[in-house]
């Protein structure tokens, strides 16, 4: 199949975005994903981190993208879910970041971009 499509000249990637938009599998996902979220937050600290006034701005359009994957929008909902997940998550950046920092192999290569700039400054400073 795949020496088919390069033959005839079609692209094969919006055939496999149509596949990724699957909308079972979104809806799947979506369920589990928030599962997720609640057995690692708590299912108290989920309710009051989709309900906070101040997230109201990510975890709207997150909820928004989620009824449209499943009314069968599925790459509409898939934009305006991200946009929400970056926004209701983005506060949780700080603590990542310092979580990343002490793995170790990680932290090193999160770190030697900074240690080998701050090493040029005082090289060339």
Known sequence: MKQKLLRSGENPIPKALLAAAERGLLALGNIFFLSGVGLLLGWRSMLQLF?????????????????????????LGIIIEIYGSIVLFSGFGPSITAFLYHIPVVG????????????????LG
Not at 59 to 75: C, K, Q, T
Not at 108 to 123: E, K, V
């Open 51 to 75: 309900t906070k006034k101040a997230n109201l701005k990510g975890s709207l359009p997150f909820l928004a993208g989620l009824f449209l994957i499943f009314v069968r929008w599925p790459i």
């Open 108 to 123: 090193w290569l999160f770190g030697y971009p900074f240690n080998l700039f701050d090493q040029l400054r005082r090289l």
